[in-house]
């Protein structure tokens, strides 16, 4: 038996045979809902993917054969799609058409699969099964009696076909004896008898070839005179040095009389001759072309090489002059280079010495040696270096006019100072004179700061570099940003960050590639060990769930394994607990073993009932087990609960051994001290939360988590989403987990 396959289609799989024929040009054509959706051409075995909740017809096709079609409704209930189906097997056979067999009953398909409630499984509709299949048998009766007839009369025919090719045999045998004898007239007749028996190519062909033998004779001799008169023709062209016209006599002889020695000889010469012709002109054409492309793409040189190496072979005028232009041509790029060089020496050395004048807040000189730079080379790098220069130089003009200004200001406040001096007005004297001490001072302060700042400048810019030297290329980032708080204008630092900026990000991507890699790795083996713990304490479901989340993260097929031992260790424990209650049941229905203990019971059960009000039942949440479907309090679907066979601990303790009720008594306690706690958080959860729904966000560490709490009037859910930084995700349901989708539905 196949396994199950857990995904979002349901298998079919099988092979397809097609009667007295092959593969070949047959048919597979899938439709979903009355439209075409796959065609497979030629298979013998094939496996097709179907949608759930859908009618698919399979049709099996081949030309002149009868169509086979199945019929596939794959609707079935969404909570059982989650564990998946087995693949469904099965063979098809078609046959082929007889024009007097009606296969009327073949429009409709010969078999209908569906979804069984019975087995838990896809399989056959039995009773349209049972009615097609009459129908289809009473077809088949008529097609095998057609098909042995069919057959008796191919090896009629066939026994037929064989006396006439053991008569032509024997005639065809006689004829090639005569022709072995010299006696093509004799082979002619027994051949032509041959043909009126059964007139086939290959007996018109060696008819035609006796023809042809008869009338050979009588040719040879005027082909013997032709050949001899060619060959001498040849002679005489090959002593004259028309290679090519003795070459085309020579053949011509060869083709009268082929094989004759002296022409074979004299066109193995003249051919050697002609070849070495030919690839001396070949390797000329081919030089000569690789010296027009060497000119072509600019490498004279090269072309030089080529049209030279052409030149020995043979001389040619138009080549000698092409070689003569190249190498003008040459000297003159030769000439070029140096002087580009030169140039470019050139404003390299304009560049640095504007950088150092610019530096040296000699703006004047900077501009002056850009524009040189700019008259040799414009760029827009250059260009805007000379906008910048320009609109310092701008700002230090305008700098100096407002110190100008200034001085002139505390000039004149000095001049009042002293008239009121001289006209004894101390107090506006020493007010005046106060007034200009304070803008020198100030002027003296600002100087002072523009200093410190350019000086601030230079060692962050001196820092940065010898950073970037180092490949310490974030400090280096940091550096040149803030020298570029500084002087905002200066083009250095903004295009040593822009290149920073490029490379950190794309060194950023890397480093955090391969840390999240490592998160996930080490998150897997987290969720292994907590499985295996869980595992060892025999909480199974819970282990379950921990592999399966790792799983989730990474195919492994160690983790697979893990799933498949805990799958089976769970279904070997349900079996246990599943015999272990039909023990106590037995136990429980026979006689009591203590009327005191019974007593001690009854008690205890009273007791527990006076200190615990008897409350309205609330179903405890549970973890999930694979392969069963349930619903919570308020209405939230989970996957699975746990398999606890507390039938026999909920049965009254009349029919219960002293152990088994002893514990039913403890777990109802437990059960009801669990009811209250949860009623005291729903009562919580109700007064915060009165709307249907209301979501919150929060972070955590370096995870996001998104609550949404659900209102269902007397049940509030609490449903919450977890997304790591590493790319992991988790979704729960009342602190259970459970998938993505089952989270998306409830919470909508």
Do not use: C
């Amino acid at each position: 038996m196949m396994g199950f396959t857990q995904s979002n289609e349901f298998i079919i799989t099988g092979k397809f045979k097609v009667d007295g024929g092959s593969n070949n040009d047959a048919q597979i054509i899938l439709e979903k809902d009355g439209r075409k959706v796959k065609t497979l051409e030629g298979e013998a075995r094939f496996e097709l993917g179907l949608d759930f909740q859908a009618i698919y017809i399979v049709s099996f096709v081949k030309e002149g054969f009868v169509t086979k079609k199945l019929r596939f409704d794959t609707h079935v209930a969404e909570e059982r799609i989650e564990y998946g189906f087995e693949p469904f097997e099965f063979m098809i056979e078609i046959f082929g058409q007889f024009d007097d067999v009606s296969v009327v009953v073949f429009n409709q398909p010969v078999g209908k699969i569906a979804y069984s409630d019975l087995i838990d499984e896809f399989d056959y509709d039995t009773d349209y099964t049972k009615s097609i299949q009459t129908q289809i048998a009473e077809v088949m009766e008529q097609v095998e009696e057609k098909k042995e007839e069919k057959e008796t009369k191919l090896i009629e025919e066939q026994k037929k076909l064989e006396a006439q090719e053991k008569q032509i045999a024997s005639l065809t045998s006689a004829a090639e004896k005569s022709l072995n004898s010299d006696k093509p007239e004799e082979a002619l007749q027994k051949l032509e008898e041959a043909a009126k028996i059964k007139d086939t190519p290959e007996i018109n062909k060696k008819i035609e070839e006796t023809k042809k033998k008869i009338e050979q004779k009588a040719q040879e001799q005027e082909k013997k005179q032709q050949f001899d008169g060619i060959l001498a023709e040849a002679e005489t062209a090959k002593l004259n040095g028309d290679l090519l016209g003795a070459k085309r006599l020579y053949e011509q002889a060869n083709g009268l009389m082929e094989g004759d020695p002296k022409v074979s000889e004299s066109l193995g010469q003249i051919n050697k001759q002609i070849a070495d012709q030919e690839r001396n002109e070949e390797q000329f054409k081919a030089l000569e072309g690789d010296a027009l492309a060497a000119k072509q793409n600019g490498d004279l040189a090269g072309a030089i090489e080529k049209a030279e190496a052409a030149l020995k072979i043979k001389p040619d005028s138009e080549l000698e002059k092409l070689v003569a232009d190249l190498k003008g041509k040459l000297e003159e790029e030769k000439a070029e280079k140096a002087a580009k060089a030169e140039k470019e020496k050139e404003l390299e050395a304009l560049m640095a010495e504007a950088s150092k004048q610019r530096d040296n807040r000699n703006l004047s000189e900077a501009l002056a040696t850009l524009e040189s730079a700019n008259a040799i080379s414009p760029s827009p790098k250059i260009q805007g270096l000379i906008d910048e220069i320009k609109k310092e130089k701008l700002d230090l003009e305008s700098a100096e006019k407002a110190a100008a200004e200034q001085k002139e200001k505390v000039e004149n406040l000095l001049d009042q100072a002293k008239g009121s001096l001289e006209q004894g007005d101390l107090e506006t004297a020493r007010l005046k004179a106060q007034e200009a001490e304070a803008i020198n001072r100030q002027e003296e302060l600002n100087a002072k700061s523009q200093e410190q700042k350019q000086e601030q400048y230079l060692q962050l810019i001196s820092k940065a570099d010898k950073a970037f030297d180092k490949s310490e290329l974030e400090t280096a980032a940091t550096l040149y940003e803030q020298a570029l708080e500084i002087n905002p204008n200066e083009a250095y630092p903004k295009e040593r960050l822009d290149g920073l900026t490029r490379t950190l990000a794309e060194l950023g991507e890397k480093e955090k590639s391969e840390k999240m890699k490592a998160e996930l790795e080490d998150r897997i083996s987290q969720l292994i060990e907590e499985g295996d713990a869980l595992s060892n304490e025999d909480k199974l479901d819970m282990a379950l769930s921990k592999y399966q989340d790792a799983f989730n993260l990474k195919k492994d097929a160690s983790v697979q394994k893990m799933i498949d031992a805990t799958q089976a260790r769970i279904e070997k424990k349900i079996d246990e607990e599943e015999k272990a209650k039909e023990a106590a049941q037995a136990i429980a229905n026979g006689p009591r073993e203590s009327n005191e203990l019974s007593d001690i019971i009854q008690a205890e059960s009273e007791k527990q009932k006076a200190v615990i009000p008897e409350k309205k039942p609330v179903v405890k949440p549970v973890v999930s087990e694979p392969k069963k479907s349930t619903t919570i309090p308020g209405g939230a679907v989970v996957i699975s609960e746990n398999r606890v066979g507390k039938e026999a601990l909920d049965s009254p303790a009349a029919v219960m051994s002293e152990d088994d009720a002893y514990d039913g008594m403890m777990k109802k306690v437990e059960e009801e001290a669990f009811e209250m706690q949860v009623e005291a958080e729903q009562r919580v959860l109700k007064e915060k939360y009165p709307e249907r729904k209301t979501t919150e966000t929060e972070k955590a560490g370096n995870s996001i988590i998104t609550y949404v709490y659900i209102n269902r009037g007397d049940y509030v859910n609490v449903y919450k989403k977890v997304e790591h930084s590493w790319g992991g995700v988790f979704f729960f349901i009342d602190e259970r987990a459970t998938n993505q989708r089952f989270w998306e539905h409830e919470t909508q």
